[in-house]
């Protein structure tokens, strides 16, 4: 009886969290080390729920401190909605379409709105409606860079409900990795490193023409090659300038193999156009390796003063200002890597978890 009373009592919070499915896009990553840091913080004030596919993989690493519900697909349309109320509903991205049957305090963490300018920026376009509609329903809002509070409020109606501004963790701790792993495709030359998945956001094939410009490197691009944005602009790009040999696509790698990568490269490249968060180049600083950004987005914010930007991407303008900037950078190297390592682990998890709990908290 008193179990039961305990339980009735117990306030749970759900965390909308079935992106945890695909560990190598950046959803999938946020939910997965949020989850992670909310079970180093140890909380006993509240209960969370995790709805999640794989629930079995999950109570493996994190056993009975998460409750558990299943992740069903046919739960995104509105008659088959979670009934349950819950003390807190957690949305874990602007994109998914599970939403709560009846009325609960619901918080949404937005991570962009890149889609205003991939997909349509009509306010009537299905996608725009869906984000106003759980803009609306916000008891609180969370966003993972000032840049993404800025361009949501730039482009929708932002509820007057309280808004936190909560940075990612750089997932990366230990820089330590077998001295004897290489890689299924490496080069014995020295190489720039960049990963992220194969699209036009991302930009790669700006670095492919920097390459024809610095004749001493090569360059590693992992990521899904599988899209038409590998298969045709990249591949193009490569063939005629003549790079098969100095570029090598990867398609996804492990975490032993970025880790590599990371480590052995003589620097990072993050040509992006579009980012919300960007993680890859603070966990490139967090070896100590100069990185090179779009000043524009959130990496100016997330990269911060000691990287180096390109302001467009003429081919011989970005070699030009990755030359000065290696220059810059082996002149101070150890300053730099210090400077660079020290960036990367003020980005925390467990320091991000314990915020999201304290935005819990206020809502009870």
Same mark, same amino acid.
């Given at each position: 009886?008193? @179990?039961?009373?305990?339980?009735?009592?117990?306030?749970?919070?759900?965390?909308?969290?079935?992106?945890?499915?695909?560990?190598?896009?950046?959803?999938?990553?946020?939910?997965?080390?949020?989850?992670?840091?909310? /079970?180093?913080?140890?909380?006993?004030?509240?209960?969370?729920?995790?709805?999640?596919?794989?629930?079995?993989?999950?109570?493996?690493?994190?056993?009975?401190?998460?409750? /558990?519900?299943?992740?069903?697909?046919?739960?995104?349309?509105?008659?088959?909605?979670?009934?349950?109320?819950?003390?807190?509903?957690?949305?874990?991205?602007?994109?998914?379409?599970?939403?709560?049957?009846?009325?609960?305090?619901?918080?949404?963490?937005?991570?962009?709105?890149?889609?205003?300018?991939?997909?349509?920026?009509?306010?009537?376009?299905?996608?725009?409606?869906?984000?106003?509609?759980?803009?609306?329903?916000?008891?609180?809002? @969370?966003?993972?860079?000032?840049?993404?509070?800025?361009?949501?409020?730039?482009?929708?109606?932002?509820?007057?409900?309280?808004?936190?501004?909560?940075?990612?963790?750089?997932?990366?701790?230990?820089?330590?990795?077998?001295?004897?792993?290489?890689?299924?495709?490496?080069?014995?030359?020295?190489?720039?490193?960049?990963?992220?998945?194969?699209?036009?956001?991302?930009?790669?094939?700006?670095?492919?023409?920097?390459?024809?410009?610095?004749?001493?490197?090569?360059?590693?691009?992992?990521?899904? =090659?599988?899209?038409? /944005?590998?298969?045709?602009?990249?591949?193009?790009?490569?063939?005629?300038?003549?790079?098969? =040999?100095?570029?090598?696509?990867?398609?996804?790698?492990?975490?032993?193999?970025?880790?590599?990568?990371?480590?052995?490269?003589?620097?990072?490249?993050?040509?992006?156009?579009?980012?919300?968060?960007?993680?890859?180049?603070?966990?490139?600083?967090?070896?100590?390796?100069?990185?090179?950004?779009?000043?524009?987005?959130?990496?100016?914010?997330?990269?911060? =003063?000691?990287?180096?930007?390109?302001?467009?991407?003429?081919?011989?303008?970005?070699?030009?200002?990755?030359?000065?900037?290696?220059?810059?950078?082996?002149?101070? =190297?150890?300053?730099?890597?210090?400077?660079?390592?020290?960036?990367?682990?003020?980005?925390?998890?467990?320091?991000?978890?314990?915020?999201?709990?304290?935005?819990?908290?206020?809502?009870?």
């Amino acid at each position: 009886m008193a @179990t039961k009373e305990h339980e009735k009592m117990t306030k749970r919070v759900f965390l909308e969290a079935h992106n945890i499915k695909n560990p190598y896009f950046g959803f999938g990553q946020f939910n997965y080390h949020l989850i992670k840091g909310l /079970y180093n913080a140890n909380i006993s004030d509240f209960k969370i729920v995790l709805h999640v596919k794989d629930i079995a993989k999950l109570k493996a690493e994190f056993g009975d401190y998460f409750e /558990y519900k299943k992740y069903y697909s046919f739960r995104r349309y509105p008659l088959f909605r979670i009934r349950k109320k819950y003390e807190i509903w957690h949305s874990l991205n602007q994109n998914i379409k599970i939403e709560p049957q009846s009325y609960c305090p619901y918080i949404l963490t937005v991570h962009d709105v890149n889609f205003i300018d991939e997909v349509s920026n009509n306010p009537e376009h299905d996608r725009n409606i869906r984000f106003q509609e759980k803009l609306n329903r916000s008891s609180a809002i @969370t966003y993972i860079s000032e840049y993404a509070k800025t361009s949501t409020h730039q482009h929708f109606n932002v509820p007057n409900v309280p808004e936190y501004v909560i940075h990612n963790g750089n997932p990366i701790q230990s820089t330590d990795i077998n001295a004897n792993f290489v890689p299924r495709q490496t080069t014995t030359r020295p190489f720039l490193f960049t990963i992220g998945e194969c699209t036009p956001r991302k930009n790669f094939h700006t670095l492919v023409d920097m390459l024809k410009e610095l004749p001493d490197y090569d360059l590693v691009i992992s990521g899904n =090659k599988n899209t038409d /944005y590998a298969r045709q602009e990249l591949a193009e790009r490569i063939k005629s300038n003549h790079l098969e =040999k100095r570029v090598i696509l990867t398609d996804k790698i492990s975490d032993i193999e970025k880790h590599y990568y990371l480590k052995n490269c003589s620097a990072f490249m993050f040509p992006s156009l579009r980012e919300g968060f960007g993680i890859p180049p603070i966990e490139a600083m967090r070896f100590g390796k100069p990185v090179f950004l779009s000043n524009n987005t959130s990496l100016p914010e997330i990269g911060g =003063k000691h990287a180096f930007y390109w302001d467009h991407y003429e081919s011989k303008y970005m070699a030009e200002v990755f030359t000065e900037g290696m220059k810059n950078y082996r002149a101070k =190297k150890e300053w730099f890597s210090k400077q660079y390592i020290a960036h990367a682990k003020s980005f925390d998890w467990d320091e991000a978890a314990l915020r999201y709990a304290s935005v819990y908290v206020s809502l009870f």
